[in-house]
């Protein structure tokens, strides 16, 4: 008998299903590891709630004043609302509604018609509004609780 010669067979390649479990176990290790780190990153860092407060405002009627112009009658009429820090602030400003109508009032129609024209004018009037209505309304009372002015409607003619 004669024997045959032998053929080396190639080196057998891996098969597809070894590949597949190896690719799966990498994806899971990776996933175990991230969830770890995220996990320990989350525990170091408690989370902090954000409590947003929910604004308090406290609407005027609208005013309407006569305004100083070059030679003519002209008018500002203006709505607005106080922007207070709470409730207490709030109370206060209600029981004192006329004083604060009547402030303001003064203030408004000292002004000259002109320099009530651009953003910048009505911001600072803003300013001005909050600071003469922030004041004490008599010697035993704190300031008023007064932290913005917001203006709803706003013509000059």
């Known amino acids: 008998m004669a024997t045959s010669p032998t053929i080396a067979t190639p080196p057998s390649r891996p098969s597809k299903l070894l590949i597949a479990a190896l690719i799966s176990l990498s994806l899971g290790?990776?996933?175990v590891a991230a969830y770890a780190l995220t996990r320990t990153k989350g525990e170091a860092e408690p989370t902090k709630q954000v409590v947003v407060e929910k604004p308090i405002f406290v609407a005027l009627e609208p005013i309407t004043v006569n305004?100083?112009?070059e030679?003519?009658?002209r008018f500002l009429h203006v709505g607005m609302s106080l922007k207070v820090r709470d409730d207490k602030a709030k109370?206060?400003?209600m029981?004192?509604?006329p004083e604060l109508r009547s402030r303001?009032?003064?203030m408004l129609s000292n002004r000259q018609a002109d320099s009530l024209q651009s953003t910048e004018d009505k911001a600072r009037l803003?300013?001005?509004i909050q600071a003469e209505l922030s004041r004490p309304l008599n010697d035993t009372l704190p300031p008023q609780g007064i932290v913005g002015v917001s203006f709803n409607a706003?013509?000059?003619q």
Do not use: I, K
Request: aromatic content about 8%; overall charge negative; cysteine-free.
């Open 71 to 73: 030679g003519r009658n």
């Open 126 to 128: 803003a300013a001005e």
């Open 95 to 97: 029981e004192f509604m």
């Open 67 to 69: 305004v100083q112009g």
């Open 154 to 156: 706003f013509v000059v």
């Open 104 to 106: 303001a009032l003064m």
């Open 29 to 31: 290790a990776l996933g």
């Open 91 to 93: 109370a206060q400003v």
